[in-house]
């Protein structure tokens, strides 16, 4: 049997690799990419910062990126931003991962497949 920790582990996703690229999750409906970057500057030279929004209301979708100058700057942003109010809402601020292809890993384990049959 699987206990729950084992369990827990194993759904685990890896530990981001520091980047200059913030993944910023919590973000208000109303909250701007301006606002977004005039909070994130407080921590550093940033390059851009983007918040993801709805293209029929145009709200932001709840996150958004922020790319700083030099990874020493982002890490500065993740301690400043992380866990913080930004317009009533409390944000959380993480390197942000790389994203797979859509498909990409399906037809990866479709190939591998196919080699042990043959």
Known sequence: MFSSQTTAAANAKPAPIPSTTLF??????????????????KFGEVVHARVVTDRSS???KGFGFVKYATIAQAEQG????????LDGWVIFAEFARSRTPPGYLASTEKNTHQAEMD
């Open 24 to 41: 910023i999750s919590g973000l208000n409906k109303r909250t701007t990419s301006e606002k977004l970057n005039e909070e994130a500057s």
């Open 58 to 60: 145009g709200y932001s």
């Open 78 to 85: 993740i301690k400043g931003l992380d866990a913080q109010f």
